[in-house]
C-alpha cells in the first residue's frame, strides 16, 4: 500500500503561480511512476504531468512552459510547480502514484482555483 498526501493548493489571481507537494509513504519501493492528475468541475479527470523512476517527464500540451513536475526519491515527494496560472486550470489536484504492478495509487486531491 502507498499512501499519498497533497498540500498547496488554494486560490490565486491569473498569471500567478501555486507549488503543490505530495509526500509518499508506505510501500514506496515499488512506485515506478508518480504524476498529477486533475478534475475540473463536469469534466473527466486528466493526466497533466508525470514523472518516471528514470527522470522521465510528460506534460499535457495545455500547461506545457508553464508547470514543472519535479520527484525527490529521498524524500518520497514529488512536486508540481504551476506558473502563469490560467482560470481555466482551476480544477481538484490529485497526486498519483503507479507501481510496478500495475496498481494505482491516489491522494485525496487538494483544490486549486485561479481567479481574479
Known amino acids: 500500500q502507498v499512501q499519498l498526501v497533497e498540500s498547496g493548493g488554494g486560490l490565486v489571481q491569473p498569471g500567478g503561480s501555486l507549488r503543490l507537494s505530495c509526500t509518499a509513504s508506505?510501500?514506496?519501493?515499488?512506485?515506478?511512476?508518480m504524476a498529477w492528475y486533475r478534475q475540473a468541475p463536469g469534466k473527466q479527470r486528466e493526466l497533466v504531468a508525470a514523472?518516471?523512476?528514470?527522470?522521465?517527464?510528460f506534460y499535457v500540451d495545455s500547461v506545457k512552459g508553464r508547470f514543472t513536475i519535479s520527484r525527490d526519491k529521498a524524500k518520497d515527494t514529488v512536486d508540481l510547480q504551476m506558473n502563469s496560472l490560467k482560470p481555466e486550470d482551476t480544477a481538484v489536484y490529485y497526486c498519483n502514484a503507479h507501481n510496478n504492478y500495475g496498481v494505482d495509487y491516489w491522494g485525496k486531491g487538494t483544490l486549486v482555483t485561479v481567479s481574479s
Open positions: 514523472v518516471t523512476s528514470g527522470a522521465g517527464t
Open positions: 508506505g510501500t514506496i519501493f515499488s512506485v515506478d511512476a
